[in-house]
């Protein structure tokens, strides 16, 4: 059999120039999985309970046969699938705990000419990596600021600068309020986004600062990591101030184009915090394409809300700075200009 067994270590080395190939049920694929990883399921997720219980209640060797006579009669249909995913026949290849199914399919594509790298210790020991990547302490900086201001922007500026940013609204796949799913691809679960977290800050220097922005610790179904949102909330925070007609140009060309009815789902879901006539005044306005109205609106909540979760920020940690009518460009120059003040340069 043409393989070779790897440490987690040779496969962040292997991983830029091979493929990687999932063997577990399509429902542990899709609950998580190692980024950009394919999926060949040597049980599906019917046949993996039908083994599961049988090892459980009979033991290993009745489990085996039971396994192989379920999988067996489609071997083939496998060998085809992965000559057809990977013509150069030369893959990495993990299971669960890198046990029998990444075993047998490593045995099962080596008959057909396969080169095999089987990951020691499978998806577990990936796993246990991205948790413990993700509850490191780092040296982070909090780009905070009432909505409107363009943290995600200045993110996205501070990056094209050499910046350390990670864009958690963006691994999350929401932006972090009533209106955040909206336009926005189905959000990955807690774990898998910790995988993507985890890869992201895999990336990043310890000794540099990293820029985050300022979240609650849920975004959209997303919970952060408690030893990150701690370090968060405890971190050196920028507030960034701008005028009141920036910030609504500002939404106003981020949400004014977006579908009518998911715009006045969002609304009617901050209907207790708005209350009954505010409500009904931004969905007025959002029919009639008043869109600066239900802004500065719906506004009024999201400002107070961000003041109610600044007061739980260490004071002696919020750095306010004023980047009014001011580019891009500007204002990134000046939030690496505080930086330096308060990491030295």
Not at 93 to 115: E, N, P, T
Not at 313 to 321: D, G, S
Request: neutral net charge; charged residues 25%; proline residues 3%.
């Amino acid at each position: 059999m043409n393989e070779t067994l790897i440490s987690l270590s040779e496969f962040f080395e292997l991983r830029h120039s091979l493929p990687i190939l999932d063997a577990r049920s399509e429902g542990e694929f899709s609950q998580s999985h190692i980024q950009n990883a394919f999926n060949i399921p040597i049980l599906n997720n019917q046949e993996r309970v039908v083994v599961g219980t049988l090892y459980k209640n009979e033991g290993s060797e009745k489990a085996t046969l039971k396994g192989f006579e379920l999988v067996g009669p489609r071997f083939h249909q496998i060998q085809k699938e992965a000559i057809e995913l990977f013509p150069e026949r030369e893959i990495i290849l993990y299971c669960w705990r890198g046990g029998m199914r990444s075993q047998i399919l490593s045995w099962l594509l080596s008959m057909v000419g396969f080169k095999i790298f089987r990951i020691k210790g499978g998806y577990k020991t990936y796993r246990t990596f991205t948790y413990q990547e993700v509850r490191k302490q780092r040296k982070i900086l909090v780009l905070g600021g009432k909505t409107g201001v363009g943290k995600t922007v200045l993110l996205e500026q501070l990056r094209r600068k050499g910046e350390q940013i990670i864009d958690l609204e963006g691994l999350a796949n929401h932006k972090g309020s009533s209106f955040g799913s909206i336009g926005q691809k189905p959000q990955p679960t807690v774990e898998q986004f910790e995988n993507m977290l985890g890869e992201q800050l895999l990336q990043m220097h310890s000794e540099k600062v990293l820029w985050l922005e300022n979240e609650s610790r849920k975004i959209g179904r997303i919970i952060l990591p408690d030893l990150l949102n701690d370090q968060m909330k405890s971190a050196p925070l920028i507030d960034i101030q701008k005028t009141k007609s920036e910030r609504i140009q500002h939404i106003s060309e981020e949400y004014g184009s977006l579908p009518k009815a998911d715009l006045i789902a969002a609304i009617k879901r901050l209907s207790k915090k708005l209350g009954g006539l505010r409500t009904q005044q931004a969905i007025s306005d959002v029919e009639d394409e008043n869109t600066a109205n239900w802004v500065e609106n719906v506004m009024i909540y999201y400002d107070k809300a961000y003041d109610f979760d600044l007061d739980k920020h260490e004071t002696q940690q919020v750095n306010e700075i004023d980047l009014s009518e001011k580019s891009w460009e500007e204002q990134a120059e000046l939030l690496i200009t505080l930086k330096n003040k308060i990491y030295g340069s």
